[in-house]
């Protein structure tokens, strides 16, 4: 399925790339390949991610990093809501 980003989870990915490379840019490089490659996966198992408590948003757990990406399946695409790490509050999708 084609995957399109909102703004805010390009800004989330931005930042985590930021705040990472600031720190590790071998770890940064690890952690975002690995982002994407769960991206890759849910673009062609949509819905085999854990629905939210919103049934329109799923979320797919990035193994061993803990990152969570938010997404809704969108007729032929999915859409990337948000991207966090599992140790920040938990995130309620807007209404």
Known sequence: MKVR?????LA???EISRYLTSRSPTGARNVLQAIHAAITNVSEHPRSARQTSDPSVRVKIVGRYRYQIFYSVVADSIEILHVRHGARRPWLPEQ
């Open 5 to 9: 980003f909102r703004e805010m989870a």
């Open 12 to 14: 989330d990915l931005d």
